[in-house]
């Protein structure tokens, strides 16, 4: 199975700054990879697919990039809705399989 | 809008079976592939199984193979997961899924769980 790490594990920033996720896949994944936004008590919310297309209605500040085996989630202008945990998620092939999720608060 | 709807879960003996179903709606049930995520107490997502939209395939995460079984019945709209020989390690909220397209294995809509739990 394809491992995916994700740092850091847990984050707190002020709102306006700027935030960056990083995600490594264990091999290739070229750009096979998502990313969720859980927020408490929620289920996850697709954010992003092929890493870097925002899905619908998901505001502009939130962008994703990278391709084979380094990929990052960036938030720019950090808002108080915001505060969740992120997971990247390779779809490469099966088995699909997560991170392990970072934790973002507001400071 | 799409809706997911857990249902089935519950305290169940190790070794003993228990049966897991999703009713779904808001979408075209039959276009799409199914999946069942877990997550264990303090731990990560686990993805379980998938069914294509037609149930034509069915694959299983290795943890379980050999002891659950995904199906789906199209003419209710309705996802379902067999559990057998459970053991604590299946402890876990359990996600219907929805897949992206018909077999994509990224997910657009996730239900909100339904709680297995099974004493050590």
């Known amino acids: 199975d394809i491992q995916m790490t994700q740092s850091p594990s847990s984050l707190s920033a002020s709102v306006g700054d700027t935030i960056t996720i990083s995600c490594r896949a264990s091999?290739?994944?070229?750009?096979?990879l998502v990313w969720y936004q859980r927020k408490p008590g929620k289920v996850p919310q697709l954010l992003i697919y092929?890493?870097?297309t925002l899905q619908s209605g998901v505001p502009s500040r939130f962008s994703g990039s990278g391709s084979g085996t380094y990929f990052t989630l960036t938030i720019s202008s950090l808002q108080p809705e915001d505060v969740a945990t992120y997971y990247c998620?390779?779809?490469?092939?099966?088995?699909?399989?997560f991170g392990q999720g970072t934790k973002v608060e507001i400071k | 809008q799409v809706q997911l709807v857990e249902s089935g879960g519950g305290v169940v003996q190790p070794g003993r079976s228990l049966r897991l179903s999703c009713a779904a709606s808001?979408?075209?049930?039959?276009?799409?592939?199914l999946h069942w995520v877990r997550q264990a107490p303090g731990k990560g997502l686990e993805w379980v199984a998938v069914?294509?939209?037609?149930?034509?395939?069915?694959y299983y995460a290795d943890s379980v193979k050999g002891r659950f079984t995904i199906s789906r019945d199209n003419s209710k709209n309705t996802l379902y997961l067999q559990m057998d020989s459970l053991s604590a390690e299946d402890t876990a909220v359990y996600h219907c899924?929805?897949?992206?397209?018909?077999?994509?294995?990224?997910?657009?809509?996730w239900g909100q769980g339904t709680l297995v739990t099974v004493p050590s």
């Open positions: 899924v929805k897949d992206r397209y018909s077999s994509s294995y990224y997910f657009d809509n």
């Open positions: 808001g979408f075209t049930f039959s276009n799409h592939g």
């Open positions: 069914i294509w939209y037609d149930g034509s395939s069915k």
């Open positions: 091999e290739d994944i070229t750009k096979y």
């Open positions: 092929g890493a870097s």
């Open positions: 998620q390779n779809y490469n092939r099966a088995p699909p399989t």
